[in-house]
């Protein structure tokens, strides 16, 4: 790591247009000097220069003495386009905006016109940001600042407190498809976080990883072996952490006896067999006795305005009418139709044949495409939400595949699964119950978008985890494209944002008004691996980067 | 009335009364390239018809600088020096049965350097770091009258300026002091008709000029004794070199030392009298200086001016620009001089037309905007005298501490 040499590049500026603030400062410095936004700056304060206030550069403007675009047009003889006419340059000069990150002293009037301000070390930046002494450090990526001889490479911790609770909890990473590698640094912190809380730690955290693109997450136990020996020195040297892939994993599969092995999925049968022979991979199935109580995730994206299919859920949840000795899926769409086509014996029921019409519709849909509504589990076969609540412990990776399940059934396992993580946490029976479980859910915009329907019972559940998950140890990593799209309640609780590469139009949205306009343009120019980070422990925005995955990748899915 | 009127007021010879009058500031911006109000109206000169300046003899009026050699020349000049004053009248005083003003002034001399085309600082000298600042006031001559005026005026001076320390909190913060207290003339040949009522006003600003104009000859002498200046690091110099020994401040005799400093420096005037010179025809000038092509000069002639010693110059007028979107036919044209140390040799006239080459090239890029006289301005220049005046004391600060 190369040290930074405090060199002094200019001095505060204030006008009457631009004074210094309490919140904010302009300097001076050669057109030549080469800053960035984000950068951090220091300048001596009072009392006496006794205290240092620390500002991180948001805006860099060059000026000339030049009043008008005209004056540049007559400078060049009128419009002559030749190069350097006249024996000089005009006079120019950078002027920098910063915000004031902190000041040492806790020390807030503005800072002085006519101060030295100078670049900063590397404990300079680590106090000016706050990532001197991190309790609980988990690395989160690290920073590059300045250029040249001068350029600084940071890592930069997080209070786990702040991340995964009590103190602050959930992320959320947005960022739009493919440029923004969103998956990929969820996996990286995750990587992160079970290196440090279950191999250091004692194994206290569980996690369940939901797999929405191809084979994106199915094989993330395995090592990545196209990981260059840069990248491994980057985990090893600059971040200290092991360039290992995830451990303790285990693969769920959607079964469909009408695919290869007979599981719905992207990724090679080959791979599932193996990692079934290997004791690691399994078929999930949803038994319509451990699930008809939960139907109502069926019609998380339905509109039900007039509650009535909310009603054929209680009907049926309740055990009511015919209903009563209901086990199987084929009996329930049995029973259903004859709700639906008037025939059903016994008590008569409010409920009008065409809405239990629109009810079956819905089950048939589920029941019949989608194998994994299937009452049979043989022994080398799992019922999901019986897993979780019953075997889910600390240091286990949990991946479950639902990339292939149309959106309605994606939604019931999400729901299903939150659900029985919420049902474990209130176990009283296990006494290993993980104290962190962290849920991985990409395109969160399918179940927590400002459209999703109010009455929405995966909302619910998403506002039940971002509300109350903190002090449960129920902690969500949540990505999407446009976080802006997303439920207010949902993003608002996120303790942690993460923003990766976006477009003008999104970085528009009110989402992003606190932002300054410099950084939401840069938002919108962010390369793969880099991304904006905003944490109640960092006391400011932080442009970090992270290094390639440790784990298995597939380039085409 | 503030701290130094207050002394004034309380601490003089005869008990002279300061009237507690408006304190106004005396600047104007004299914009017109076509000046009467300038140095050349007092120098004289001595023939009636031109003789050149420079080696080529052939009797035309007008030189083209050649495209090429604009294009092609190197970088001759390295430093830029520029003097600004701003007077204010103080207040007034009665002395006998005359009211006078009390005009006081800031005085600002700096000189910049250009090492390459990206960096323009100031010059690094020791002694005065390229900048040279004054505070002076100037009173008339009546206000002193026993003893020997210099002796009275330091020591009047060092006690204004203690009194100063301890009245005023920004003076004694900054270390404001008064640099030198000036005594104009009232009666005599320097001053204006005695009709005209501001004639004490202008003998006093006159006073502060030529403090001014001191203070860049000492600095072109700073740049000298630093070994600044040679044949590939010229300097320019804003306005006239033509300084009156009479009305300098400095002794005689190293005033007459420092004439040898201006080798390697060419006066340039914004403004000027065009009819001052008289071609090798013996016709007044103006009519070529007006009728001068784009990127034209014309021959440099000798001109003795008796006000500097009877000293010799080699003068010529150059146009810096294309004349499309010029104002005036003389907005664009700038005046040029240089000293004969040895009159009997002429300059190559290679050496001038380079020198022209060189201010073409130094008129881009343009203070358009700016600068309502932007067209006459070298940007170096320019911005020397932006230099110099940022270096000002805010004028209502100034006129606190009287």
């Known amino acids: ?557 | 009335m503030g701290t130094i009127l207050e002394y004034i007021n309380s601490h003089n010879e005869s008990g002279f009364k300061c009237y507690s009058t408006k304190k106004t500031s005396l600047d104007d911006n004299n914009i017109d390239t076509i000046s009467s109000e300038n140095s050349d109206t007092d120098t004289v000169p001595i023939d009636t018809k031109g003789k050149f300046a420079e080696d080529d003899g052939r009797l035309i009026n007008t030189v083209k600088i050649p495209n090429s050699l604009i294009i092609n020349t190197p970088p001759y000049f390295r430093y830029f020096l520029d003097g600004s004053r701003h007077t204010y009248k103080v207040d007034d005083i009665a002395i006998g049965n005359k009211i006078f003003p009390i005009v006081a002034g800031q005085i600002v001399v700096g000189c910049c350097c250009r090492p390459n085309r990206d960096t323009f600082k100031k010059a690094d000298l020791e002694n005065d770091g390229g900048i040279r600042k004054k505070i002076v006031i100037s009173l008339p001559k009546q206000f002193h009258t026993k003893g020997k005026p210099d002796d009275f005026a330091r020591s009047y001076c060092e006690q204004i300026n203690q009194h100063l320390a301890a009245t005023n909190r920004f003076a004694s913060s900054r270390g404001t002091r008064i640099s030198k207290i000036l005594f104009y003339k009232t009666d005599g040949p320097t001053v204006a008709d005695v009709t005209d009522k501001n004639r004490y006003k202008n003998s006093a600003i006159a006073q502060i000029q030529n403090e001014m104009t001191d203070e860049e000859q000492l600095l072109v002498n700073d740049l000298c004794m630093a070994n600044k200046l040679s044949s590939d690091s010229w300097l320019i110099k804003d306005g006239s070199l033509q300084y009156n020994p009479r009305f300098s401040n400095i002794d005689q005799a190293q005033w007459n030392n420092m004439r040898s400093n201006y080798k390697y420096v060419v006066g340039v005037s914004k403004s000027f009298d065009p009819d001052l010179l008289k071609n090798h025809e013996g016709k007044k000038l103006s009519q070529i200086i007006a009728n001068l092509k784009p990127f034209e000069r014309t021959k440099a002639y000798k001109y003795v001016s008796e006000h500097s010693n009877g000293m010799t110059f080699a003068v010529w007028y150059l146009r810096l620009r294309k004349s499309d979107f010029r104002e005036t036919h003389f907005s664009d044209v700038i005046k040029c001089e240089m000293l004969l140390l040895d009159p009997s040799h002429p300059i190559k006239t290679s050496v001038i037309d380079a020198i022209s080459a060189n201010l073409i090239r130094e008129a881009y890029p343009v203070c358009f905007g700016s600068d309502t006289r932007w067209a006459n301005h070298l940007y170096p220049v320019y911005l020397t005298e932006t230099f110099c005046k940022s270096h000002y004391i805010d004028s209502n600060i100034f006129l606190s501490l009287f």
């Not at chain 1, 109502?296 to 909310?310: H, I, K, P, Q, Y």
């Not at chain 1, 595949?401 to 299903?416: A, E, H, M, P, Y």
């Not at chain 1, 929405?456 to 971002?466: A, E, R, Y």
Request: proline residues 4%; contains cysteine.
């Open chain 1, 1 to 557: 790591m190369i040290m930074s040499t405090e060199r002094i590049i200019g001095k505060i500026s204030a006008t009457e247009k631009y004074p210094s603030t309490t919140d904010d400062f302009y300097f001076w410095t050669d057109k030549g000097e080469i800053l960035s936004p984000f950068d951090i700056v220091k300048v001596k304060h009072l009392p006496n220069d006794e205290t240092i206030t620390y500002g991180v550069i948001e805006e860099i403007n060059h000026v000339t003495d030049a009043p008008s675009h005209f004056t540049n047009y007559i400078s060049s003889d009128f419009g002559d386009t030749a190069d350097n006419i006249g024996n000089m340059n005009r006079l120019g000069m950078n002027y920098v905006k910063a915000k004031v990150v902190c000041n040492t002293g806790n020390i807030y009037s503005p800072v002085l016109d006519g101060k030295q301000v100078s670049l900063c070390t590397a404990e300079d930046i680590k106090t000016a940001l706050g990532l001197n002494e991190v309790k609980n450090p988990i690395v989160c990526g690290y920073l590059q600042m300045y250029k040249g001889n001068e350029a600084l490479k940071i890592k930069v911790e997080l209070n786990a407190n702040f991340l995964i609770g009590p103190e602050g909890a959930h992320l959320n990473v947005s960022g739009i498809s493919g440029l923004a590698a969103k998956t990929s640094y969820s996996m990286f912190l995750l990587n992160a976080i079970q290196q440090k809380f279950c191999t250091e730690d004692g194994g206290d955290v569980a996690f369940v990883f939901f797999n929405v693109k191809g084979r994106d997450l199915m094989a993330i136990d395995e090592p990545n072996t196209e990981l260059k020996d840069k990248d491994k020195a980057i985990y090893t040297e600059e971040l200290g952490l092991q360039p290992l892939p995830f451990q303790n994993v285990t693969y769920y599969y959607p079964y469909d006896n009408q695919r290869p092995s007979n599981v719905l999925t992207n990724a090679d049968p080959k791979d599932v067999e193996r990692q079934r022979g290997n004791n690691k991979a399994f078929t999930y199935k949803f038994p319509c006795e451990n699930y008809i109580d939960k139907l109502d995730l069926l019609l998380a994206n339905e509109d039900d305005s007039t509650g009535t299919m909310e009603s054929c859920v209680n009907y049926i949840i309740n055990k009511q009418g015919n209903f009563k000795n209901v086990s199987t899926w084929d009996t329930l769409k049995d029973v259903v139709a004859q709700y639906a086509n008037g025939s059903a014996t016994g008590a008569k029921n409010e409920i009008l044949p065409s809405s239990w019409k629109k009810f079956l519709r819905i089950i048939n849909k589920a029941v019949d495409l989608q194998g994994i509504f299937n009452d049979n589990v043989a022994d080398y076969e799992r019922d999901l939400t019986t897993i979780v609540r019953n075997n889910l412990v600390g240091g286990q990776v949990m991946v479950i595949d639902i990339t292939l399940l149309d959106d309605n059934t994606q939604g019931f396992v999400f729901g299903s699964v939150a659900r029985a993580i919420w049902e474990m946490k209130f176990d009283t029976e296990r006494n290993n119950v993980p104290k962190k479980v962290i849920i991985f859910v990409d395109e969160l915009n399918k179940y927590a978008s400002n459209d999703t329907p109010k009455s929405s019972p995966i909302l619910h559940q998403l506002l039940d985890i971002t509300e109350r998950g903190r002090s449960l140890g129920i902690i969500l990593f949540s990505v999407e494209q446009f976080r802006s799209a997303i439920h207010d309640r949902v993003k608002g609780n996120c303790a942690t944002s993460a923003y990766g590469r976006t477009n003008a139009i999104e970085v528009s949205k009110s989402d992003y008004r606190y932002i300054p306009k410099v950084y939401q343009n840069m938002m919108t120019r962010l390369s793969a691996g880099e991304y904006i980070i905003s944490n109640p422990a960092l006391r400011s925005l932080v442009n970090i980067k992270f290094p390639f995955n440790t784990y298995k990748q597939f380039p085409n899915g």
